[in-house]
């Protein structure tokens, strides 16, 4: 029996793309992908997401009988967001538990390790990180992005300041990772070029117990925006903190990690949490009439009861779902887990309807998220996992 992406589509569980899954009998080897991703540690909020999305993915797709009869089995590691244990965890997975594709690491400054020892290994890697320099295909001919890149986040974030904010004085700040470095030095340039006055930027080690200071320099400088950029929640809260202690009703526009549920549980008041506006995503938002995308309204619906998504983004839970149906179709279609035959399918991928959004690969190109797919979200209006359109989208 096979079962096609559309014929899942129709069905109770239908939002998920799913590749053409074949009942044919247990093969002998399963198809492993390896999960790198900082399960522990402070920038560990993406992860809960992710995983939620990679584990749903896969026990449907086994349930149904695997994929031609072979069932996936993920082979996790915690990174711990330490590029060095990123690095080990990619050599493990690679050389002793013989993967066939890699999801991950899932923050850029790990990835910024690790994606030269998978391509040496030519080893088919979906890359969720959004630093500009992860994605080349003469040099990583093996590796695709499945997110945004910094660019577009950063395009988005700074057409929203320039076009509905209206301001043209900026504070930029950043974590202290790898990612957070490289969003700094990228964001920092293009509000520049786009005629912006920087007048203040900081790179924040995501630890810091108080970043009052830092906040305090960019109000005296006369900022009319906080631009963020930090994947760790709890940094994110006490910029909300501080910048509410101060009474100063400055918005903040930046990082996906802004709306993340663990904010809620970590800003001292509501408010504190008012005029934030994060990167978003017009699959996982709600649009005017209040209603998502169906795929993702079904989606939401097939998975009530079984993990919650008020805690996390809905976005990085499509993430790993996606993540896992590109790897199943890849097997499905070409009938291999042979790591030529996984790259050559996703080059050849044209507007493939994922949960997060739409990818296009060719052989030339590997930076496969729609500009149009980013936009930016009410970071508090979160419901199910997923966001309001930000005041001044149509």
């Given at each position: 029996?096979?079962?096609?992406?559309?014929?899942?589509?129709?069905?109770?569980?239908?939002?998920?793309?799913?590749?053409?899954?074949?009942?044919?009998?247990?093969?002998?080897?399963?198809?492993?992908?390896?999960?790198?991703?900082?399960?522990?540690g402070p920038l560990s909020a993406p992860?809960?997401?992710?995983?939620?999305?990679?584990?749903?993915?896969?026990?449907?797709?086994?349930?149904?009988g695997g994929v031609n009869g072979r069932?996936?089995?993920?082979?996790?590691?915690?990174?711990?967001?330490?590029?060095?244990?990123?690095?080990?965890?990619?050599?493990?997975?690679?050389?002793?538990?013989?993967?066939?594709?890699?999801?991950?690491?899932?923050?850029?400054?790990?990835?910024?390790?690790?994606?030269?020892?998978?391509?040496?290994?030519?080893?088919?890697?979906?890359?969720?990180?959004?630093?500009?320099?992860?994605?080349?295909?003469?040099?990583?001919?093996?590796?695709?992005?499945?997110?945004?890149?910094?660019?577009?986040?950063?395009?988005?974030?700074?057409?929203?300041?320039?076009?509905?904010?209206?301001?043209?004085?900026?504070?930029?700040?950043?974590?202290?990772?790898?990612?957070?470095?490289?969003?700094?030095?990228?964001?920092?340039?293009?509000?520049?070029?786009?005629?912006?006055?920087?007048?203040?930027?900081?790179?924040?080690?995501?630890?810091?117990?108080?970043?009052?200071?830092?906040?305090?320099?960019?109000?005296?400088?006369?900022?009319?925006?906080?631009?963020?950029?930090?994947?760790?929640?709890?940094?994110?809260?006490?910029?909300?903190?501080?910048?509410?202690?101060?009474?100063?009703?400055?918005?903040?526009?930046?990082?996906?990690?802004?709306?993340?549920?663990?904010?809620?549980?970590?800003?001292?008041?509501?408010?504190?949490?008012?005029?934030?506006?994060?990167?978003?995503?017009?699959?996982?938002?709600?649009?005017?009439?209040?209603?998502?995308?169906?795929?993702?309204?079904?989606?939401?619906?097939?998975?009530?009861?079984?993990?919650?998504?008020?805690?996390?983004?809905?976005?990085?839970?499509?993430?790993?779902?996606?993540?896992?149906?590109?790897?199943?179709?890849?097997?499905?279609?070409?009938?291999?887990?042979?790591?030529?035959?996984?790259?050559?399918?996703?080059?050849?991928?044209?507007?493939?309807?994922?949960?997060?959004?739409?990818?296009?690969?060719?052989?030339?190109?590997?930076?496969?998220?729609?500009?149009?797919?980013?936009?930016?979200?009410?970071?508090?209006?979160?419901?199910?996992?997923?966001?309001?359109?930000?005041?001044?989208?149509?």
């Amino acid at each position: 029996m096979t079962i096609s992406r559309r014929t899942l589509l129709g069905s109770t569980t239908a939002a998920l793309a799913m590749p053409a899954i074949a009942r044919h009998g247990l093969a002998a080897e399963p198809i492993r992908i390896g999960w790198l991703a900082t399960f522990t540690g402070p920038l560990s909020a993406p992860t809960i997401g992710f995983d939620r999305g990679v584990q749903y993915a896969t026990a449907l797709i086994n349930g149904a009988g695997g994929v031609n009869g072979r069932m996936i089995e993920i082979v996790s590691r915690d990174t711990q967001g330490d590029p060095t244990k990123a690095v080990n965890a990619t050599q493990d997975v690679i050389s002793r538990q013989k993967v066939h594709a890699i999801f991950g690491p899932a923050n850029s400054g790990e990835l910024l390790a690790t994606t030269p020892i998978m391509a040496k290994a030519k080893m088919p890697s979906l890359v969720p990180g959004v630093v500009n320099s992860l994605i080349d295909p003469v040099k990583f001919p093996n590796a695709f992005r499945v997110t945004p890149s910094n660019q577009q986040w950063d395009g988005a974030v700074r057409r929203y300041c320039k076009d509905i904010l209206k301001a043209k004085k900026i504070a930029i700040t950043a974590d202290a990772t790898g990612y957070g470095t490289s969003a700094h030095d990228d964001s920092m340039a293009s509000f520049k070029a786009d005629g912006f006055d920087i007048v203040y930027d900081g790179v924040i080690d995501p630890a810091q117990p108080d970043v009052t200071p830092d906040l305090l320099r960019a109000r005296n400088a006369g900022a009319e925006v906080l631009v963020s950029w930090t994947v760790s929640s709890g940094m994110a809260a006490r910029m909300m903190n501080a910048r509410g202690a101060l009474n100063w009703d400055v918005p903040i526009a930046g990082h996906p990690a802004l709306g993340t549920g663990e904010i809620g549980k970590l800003v001292n008041k509501p408010e504190y949490w008012e005029k934030v506006y994060q990167v978003g995503y017009r699959n996982c938002s709600y649009g005017p009439d209040g209603k998502l995308p169906k795929a993702n309204a079904d989606f939401v619906a097939a998975v009530k009861g079984k993990f919650p998504l008020s805690d996390t983004s809905l976005w990085w839970v499509c993430s790993g779902v996606d993540a896992i149906n590109l790897i199943a179709e890849a097997v499905a279609k070409t009938g291999s887990s042979d790591s030529d035959k996984i790259i050559g399918h996703w080059n050849t991928l044209t507007m493939w309807p994922g949960l997060y959004g739409h990818y296009t690969f060719t052989p030339t190109q590997h930076n496969g998220f729609l500009d149009s797919d980013v936009v930016m979200s009410k970071a508090n209006s979160q419901k199910d996992g997923a966001f309001d359109l930000a005041p001044g989208y149509a």
